[in-house]
């Protein structure tokens, strides 16, 4: 078993930046990739970027160049910089489990960009 939490939501303006942080805890040995996921209402949840254990990283076009993500032993964190009002959505810390294959969520964490 694998227990996340989330950390660092907010409401911020439009050109600003927030940092999310995730901590997972438990069999965290078996990570295969760590990332974070985006749910807006009426919306589908969608990637935003995850890295792997072999350190690659994937990001979804609309937050490439604004977004980082980084990880440190058992602990992602989401670097947003120049927020726009479309990243409004609760974002989720998503953990993959090498074998068995499994997908661990955290509980959401709500991020609102004014404009």
């Known amino acids: 078993q694998v227990q996340l939490v989330e950390s660092g939501g907010g409401l911020v303006q439009a050109g600003g930046s927030l940092r999310l942080s995730c901590a997972a805890s438990?069999?965290?040995?078996?990570?295969?990739?760590m990332g974070w996921y985006r749910q807006a209402p009426g919306k589908q949840r969608e990637l935003v970027a995850e890295?792997?254990?072999?350190?690659s990283t994937r990001y979804t076009d609309s937050v490439t160049g604004r977004f980082t993500i980084s990880r440190d032993k058992d602990t992602v964190y989401l670097q947003m910089n120049s927020l726009k009002p479309e990243d409004t959505a609760v974002y989720y810390c998503?953990?993959?489990?090498?074998?068995?294959?499994?997908?661990?969520w955290g509980q959401g964490t709500q991020v609102t960009v004014s404009s």
């Open positions: 998503n953990f993959k489990q090498e074998w068995p294959s499994r997908d661990y």
């Open positions: 438990g069999s965290t040995f078996r990570l295969n990739a």
């Open positions: 890295v792997w254990s072999t350190g």
